[in-house]
């Protein structure tokens, strides 16, 4: 069984920075892609940002780029997501992924095998 965790969650304020970290424990070899995503009240699951496994390829949604930026720490099976210049509309549910497709442009819900339980964000104005 594969779990996916997500932490860092929280309150900032607009303008600010938040670290998300997504912590994979199980049988994570078959793994090829991560991806994170997230998700507004009354709005579909949106992506952000996917990476190959060992981190060296990298994928971005075009309104996160420059802003966020995805990393792994191969040790620990976690990735991170560096968040930016934050704004109330980042706020959201953010969620990791994992994939056994070849990475790292995998940018569709239907692409990943695994998803962790999410960790609310929100930017205050």
């Known amino acids: 069984q594969v779990h996916l965790v997500e932490s860092g969650g929280g309150l900032v304020q607009a303008g600010g920075s938040l670290r998300l970290s997504c912590a994979a424990s199980?049988?994570?070899?078959?793994?090829?892609?991560m991806g994170w995503f997230r998700q507004a009240p009354g709005e579909e699951r949106e992506f952000l940002v996917s990476?190959?496994?060992?981190?060296?390829?990298?994928y971005y949604a075009d309104f996160v780029k420059g802003r966020f930026t995805i990393s792994r720490d191969n040790g620990r099976n976690t990735v991170y997501l560096q968040m930016n210049t934050l704004s109330p509309e980042d706020t959201a549910t953010y969620y990791c992924?994992?994939?056994?497709?070849?990475?790292?442009?995998?940018?569709?819900?239907?692409?990943?095998?695994?998803w962790g339980q999410g960790t609310q964000v929100t930017v205050s104005s």
């Open positions: 199980g049988r994570t070899i078959p793994f090829n892609t």
């Open positions: 990476a190959s496994w060992d981190g060296r390829n990298t």
């Open positions: 992924a994992a994939s056994r497709l070849p990475g790292p442009n995998r940018v569709y819900m239907a692409e990943y095998d695994y």
